[in-house]
Protein backbone atom coordinates (compact mmCIF):
# COMPACT_ATOMS: atom_id res chain seq x y z
CA UNK A 1 0.00 0.00 0.00
CA UNK A 2 1.46 3.44 -1.21
CA UNK A 3 2.08 5.55 1.78
CA UNK A 4 3.44 9.42 2.33
CA UNK A 5 3.88 10.68 5.37
CA UNK A 6 4.87 14.47 6.14
CA UNK A 7 6.68 15.43 9.23
CA UNK A 8 8.56 18.67 10.51
CA UNK A 9 5.60 20.98 11.48
CA UNK A 10 4.96 22.72 14.45
CA UNK A 11 5.18 26.29 15.97
CA UNK A 12 7.10 28.73 14.90
CA UNK A 13 7.17 32.41 15.08
CA UNK A 14 6.98 34.59 12.29
CA UNK A 15 10.21 34.77 10.57
CA UNK A 16 10.88 31.40 11.84
CA UNK A 17 11.92 28.12 9.46
CA UNK A 18 10.55 25.37 9.43
CA UNK A 19 11.43 21.84 6.75
CA UNK A 20 8.54 19.68 5.91
CA UNK A 21 9.75 15.85 4.86
CA UNK A 22 7.40 13.72 2.09
CA UNK A 23 8.67 10.14 3.19
CA UNK A 24 7.23 7.91 0.74
CA UNK A 25 6.85 4.05 0.63
CA UNK A 26 6.10 1.90 -2.00
CA UNK A 27 6.07 4.68 -4.49
CA UNK A 28 9.33 6.21 -6.03
CA UNK A 29 8.67 10.01 -5.40
CA UNK A 30 11.59 10.85 -8.78
CA UNK A 31 8.69 9.44 -11.03
CA UNK A 32 6.33 11.76 -10.19
CA UNK A 33 5.03 15.07 -9.72
CA UNK A 34 5.05 16.17 -6.24
CA UNK A 35 3.17 18.94 -4.74
CA UNK A 36 2.73 20.78 -1.20
CA UNK A 37 -0.59 21.64 -0.63
CA UNK A 38 -1.93 23.74 2.16
CA UNK A 39 -5.29 24.43 4.00
CA UNK A 40 -6.26 26.45 6.19
CA UNK A 41 -9.08 26.81 8.44
CA UNK A 42 -12.55 27.97 6.20
CA UNK A 43 -10.56 28.00 2.71
CA UNK A 44 -9.78 25.67 0.19
CA UNK A 45 -6.89 23.55 -0.45
CA UNK A 46 -3.96 25.49 -2.07
CA UNK A 47 -1.19 24.70 -4.19
CA UNK A 48 2.39 25.82 -2.89
CA UNK A 49 5.26 24.45 -4.62
CA UNK A 50 6.19 21.37 -6.93
CA UNK A 51 8.92 19.42 -8.10
CA UNK A 52 8.53 17.46 -11.45
CA UNK A 53 10.24 13.98 -12.33
CA UNK A 54 12.62 16.08 -14.02
CA UNK A 55 13.51 18.06 -11.26
CA UNK A 56 11.61 21.25 -12.24
CA UNK A 57 10.46 23.58 -9.41
CA UNK A 58 7.04 25.56 -9.04
CA UNK A 59 6.10 27.82 -6.90
CA UNK A 60 2.96 29.66 -5.47
CA UNK A 61 3.74 33.68 -5.79
CA UNK A 62 2.74 34.16 -1.53
CA UNK A 63 5.36 31.94 -1.12
CA UNK A 64 8.50 32.70 -3.58
CA UNK A 65 11.67 33.32 -2.79
CA UNK A 66 11.21 31.99 0.98
CA UNK A 67 10.04 29.07 -0.02
CA UNK A 68 12.29 26.12 -1.63
CA UNK A 69 11.48 22.46 -2.82
CA UNK A 70 14.12 19.52 -3.00
CA UNK A 71 14.18 16.19 -3.67
CA UNK A 72 16.72 13.37 -2.12
CA UNK A 73 16.38 9.96 -4.38
CA UNK A 74 18.46 8.39 -1.99
CA UNK A 75 15.90 8.54 1.12
CA UNK A 76 12.64 8.87 -1.33
CA UNK A 77 11.84 11.98 0.27
CA UNK A 78 10.74 15.37 -0.19
CA UNK A 79 11.39 18.45 1.51
CA UNK A 80 9.81 21.92 1.79
CA UNK A 81 12.18 24.41 3.38
CA UNK A 82 9.89 27.35 4.49
CA UNK A 83 11.79 30.41 5.67
CA UNK A 84 10.84 33.75 6.72
CA UNK A 85 7.17 32.91 8.15
CA UNK A 86 4.26 34.69 8.16
CA UNK A 87 1.32 33.82 10.28
CA UNK A 88 -0.76 33.60 6.92
CA UNK A 89 1.45 30.53 6.16
CA UNK A 90 -0.62 29.26 8.99
CA UNK A 91 -2.12 25.89 7.49
CA UNK A 92 -2.28 21.78 7.52
CA UNK A 93 0.24 21.31 5.00
CA UNK A 94 -0.16 18.16 2.96
CA UNK A 95 2.17 16.26 0.14
CA UNK A 96 0.83 14.68 -2.88
CA UNK A 97 2.02 12.51 -5.35
CA UNK A 98 0.73 12.39 -9.48
CA UNK A 99 1.09 11.48 -12.89
CA UNK A 100 0.47 14.45 -14.64
CA UNK A 101 0.74 17.09 -17.36
CA UNK A 102 1.94 20.09 -16.06
CA UNK A 103 -0.94 22.49 -16.67
CA UNK A 104 -3.10 20.70 -14.15
CA UNK A 105 -0.01 21.03 -11.39
CA UNK A 106 -2.25 23.34 -9.50
CA UNK A 107 -5.40 21.18 -9.00
CA UNK A 108 -5.64 18.87 -6.13
CA UNK A 109 -8.00 16.08 -8.04
CA UNK A 110 -5.36 15.47 -10.47
CA UNK A 111 -2.88 13.83 -7.22
CA UNK A 112 -3.54 9.95 -6.37
CA UNK A 113 -1.78 9.83 -3.40
CA UNK A 114 -1.94 11.76 -0.44
CA UNK A 115 -0.44 12.13 3.13
CA UNK A 116 -2.55 12.71 6.02
CA UNK A 117 -0.99 16.43 6.75
CA UNK A 118 0.89 18.11 9.01
CA UNK A 119 0.40 21.50 10.85
CA UNK A 120 2.50 24.27 10.69
CA UNK A 121 1.56 27.43 12.73
CA UNK A 122 2.98 30.47 13.00
CA UNK A 123 2.27 32.68 15.89
CA UNK A 124 4.09 34.93 18.55
Known amino acids: QVQLVESGGGLVQPGGSLRLSCAASRLVLGSYVIGWFRQAPGKEREGVSF???????YYADSVKGRFTISRDNAKNTVYLQMNSLKPEDTAVYYC??????????????????WGQGTQVTVSS
Open 96 to 113: AAGLLNLVRLWRPSEYKY
Open 51 to 57: ITSGSGT
